[in-house]
Every structure is written in C-alpha cells, then in structure tokens.
C-alpha cells in the first residue's frame, strides 16, 4: 500500500468514526423527535377514553424508550472499520400479545398493524353488570376489549338497551378496522433524506481532529 493509499485509508477512519459518533447524538435526536412527532400524527386520535391505558398515549412511552435503545444498539454495533451499514428499527418485538401478556410493546402491535374487524372498549365495572357478578380483572387498567358481535350479541340477550348499557357504536374502539401503519417507514425516509449533513458534519470534524 502507497503512502498515499494508507493517509487516505486513515482520513475514511477519522471520518467514520466521527459520523458513528454524530449518529449517536445528532440523528438519535433527530430520529426520535421525527418518530415522536409522527406517532401523534399517525397513531394518536381522538375517540380514545381517557381511563382507557390500552391507548397510544400511555404507551408511547415504552413505545419510545424501546425504539431509542434499539437505534443506539444499532449504531454502536456499527464496525468503522468495515462497511456501515445502519438498518431500520427492528419492529418484530412488537409482536401479537398473549391472553396473558401485561406489556405495553405488545400492544403497539395493533396500531401498527393494523386491526382487522370491530371492536368495543370498556369498563370492568360494565363487564360486572353484564355477566352479575364483580369483576377486577383487566391487563391494562380496568378497560376489556371485545370483539363487537360478542358484545352485541350480549346487548341483544340481555336487554342492554333497558339496562343503561351504551351501545356497541358508543364504546367502539377508535382503532377497529385501521390499516396498518407506515410511521417507521414515514420516519425512517425522512431521516435519510437529510442524512447528508451527518457525513457533511462528520468531515468537518475529521479535518479539525
């Protein structure tokens, strides 16, 4: 290897050791205030009950904690001396919870998935009047989601109506039927479209070094 070979193998080290070292901080920033931003916009909405701790809103923050950590293991795995090749968020954690399942990630699983049919959302104190007897259950919070047609069918036979039971339409989950979601996508897409000033940065900083 030439002199001049070697100066320049050692100008790409500098330099990509300080992009790993600006992805850490500048586009982690960046990244989490575009996620954030866009997960308002495309998961949060209205219709949601406040009491309801299934909704996007109180889970946004393992939600987020989550995607941090993820980013930053990403980065720091990153090798300077190979080929730095940062890929997406992995999104399988946020995988289909089970009939016993207590943690928020897996209920992301819905709204960015999607949730195919309809669905109806309320109290363990409705869910009492409905089958007689107290119930306390409730994975997150006191809210029970059914599948509408179950909860029509238990309207219709017991007289919801005459009983003070709010309709199916009522209590409707604001999520019943969504498509799934692009945010990591949308977020990711709009990270790389800047991505240029993070090497821009990082070259500055080599020749100051």
Not at 127 to 136: D, F, W
Not at 189 to 203: C, E, P, R, T
Request: glycine share 6%; hydrophobic share 40%; aromatic share 12%.
């Amino acid at each position: 290897m030439s002199s001049i070979e070697a100066f320049e193998k050692q100008i790409l080290l500098r330099i990509k050791t300080h992009l790993k070292e600006i992805l850490l901080t500048d586009m982690v920033k960046d990244y989490m205030a575009i996620f954030s931003s866009n997960y308002d916009f495309l998961i949060d909405r209205p219709g949601f009950r406040k009491d309801d701790y299934t909704a996007p809103l109180y889970i946004k923050p393992a939600v987020m904690e989550y995607v941090r950590n993820s980013l930053v293991q990403g980065i720091q795995a990153l090798d300077v001396k190979g080929p730095m090749q940062l890929s997406a968020v992995d999104d399988d954690v946020f995988s289909l919870p089970d009939n016993k399942d207590r943690d928020p990630l897996k209920l992301f699983h819905f709204y960015l998935y999607g949730t195919i049919g309809e669905y109806v959302v309320f109290t363990s104190d409705l869910l009492s009047k409905i089958i007689g007897e107290p119930v306390t259950f409730g994975r997150f919070g006191n809210m029970i989601l059914w599948p509408r047609e179950r909860y029509d069918t238990m309207y219709a036979k017991h007289k919801g109506g005459t009983r003070g039971w709010p309709t199916a339409q009522q209590i409707r989950h604001p999520f019943s039927g969504a498509a799934p979601s692009r945010l990591f996508e949308v977020t990711w897409d709009a990270v790389l479209a800047d991505f240029g000033k993070y090497i821009k940065k990082a070259k500055s900083n080599a020749t100051k070094s």
